[in-house]
T-cell receptor
Framework: AQSVTQLDSQVPVFEEAPVELRCNYS??????LFWYVQYPNQGLQLLLK??????LVKGINGFEAEFNKSQTSFHLRKPSVHISDTAEYFC?????????????FGTGTKLQVIP | EAGVTQSPTHLIKTRGQQATLRCSPI?????VYWYQQALGLGLQFLLW???????NRGNFPPRFSGRQFPNYSSELNVNALELEDSALYLC?????????????FGNGTRLTVT
């Protein structure tokens, strides 16, 4: 079975400062990795995904993530955050199990950007 | 392209009643997923439908049930509502239920049980 760990439940950061949101996963098979963002009173939106190839993945809104297979991590980064980045961020792993998709989400990290 | 739509946006019920939540996936998507997002508990997987069949369910009691219609829209039913069922219920769809497909989410139905 796979699992996803987001160690930081809340991350406060000043506007224009860099941020890293951590995600570690465990799985006995190869997985696909995703980051989603949830703004207040909305559903989740896809930020970026890692399927294969280059381990550095760029997403929307200036976010990027790096897949590290040896450390089983997929940390999300942004060099300079804006107030509008205040939201909750979810890491997810997905794999094919018995011919079907199985998705596991982390518990989420609330990013609070301080003006 | 229209996104995933959920109705109603808000639903208020009393304990013991039944709630019905609806979801229309993105056109061409055959897989529909339901998640419960209760305060402080993250996203809990409820049910997954693909091609009209229930493919998997999470660790929820049988009073949580649903179905998928021939047009791939889906309905989640919660019977004998309890106070702890109060949560945001999110529906998501994907094109073919394969591991490399991202999920596309609706904005959810906020269910309040009093």
């Amino acid at each position: 079975a796979q699992s996803v760990t987001q160690l930081d439940s809340q991350v406060p950061v000043f506007e224009e400062a860099p941020v890293e949101l951590r995600c570690n996963y465990s799985s006995s098979v190869s997985v696909y990795l995703f980051w989603y963002v949830q703004y207040p009173n909305q559903g989740l939106q896809l930020l970026l995904k890692y399927l294969s190839g280059s381990t550095l993945v760029k997403g929307i809104n200036g976010f990027e993530a790096e897949f590290n297979k040896s450390q089983t991590s997929f940390h999300l980064r942004k060099p300079s955050v804006h107030i509008s980045d205040t939201a909750e961020y979810f890491c997810a792993v997905s794999l094919n199990s018995g011919g079907y998709q199985k998705v596991t989400f982390g518990t989420g990290t609330k990013l609070q950007v301080i003006p | 392209e229209a996104g995933v739509t959920q109705s109603p946006t808000h639903l208020i019920k009393t304990r013991g009643q039944q709630a019905t939540l609806r979801c229309s996936p993105i056109s061409g998507h055959t897989s529909v997923y339901w998640y419960q997002q209760a305060l402080g508990l993250g996203l809990q997987f409820l049910l997954w439908y693909d091609e009209g069949e229930e493919r998997n369910r999470g660790n929820f009691p049988p009073r949580f049930s649903g179905r998928q219609f021939p047009n791939y829209s889906s309905e989640l039913n919660v019977n004998a509502l309890e106070l702890e069922d109060s949560a945001l219920y999110l529906c998501a769809s994907s094109p073919y239920g394969q591991g490399n497909s991202p999920l596309h989410f609706g904005n959810g139905t906020r269910l309040t049980v009093t």
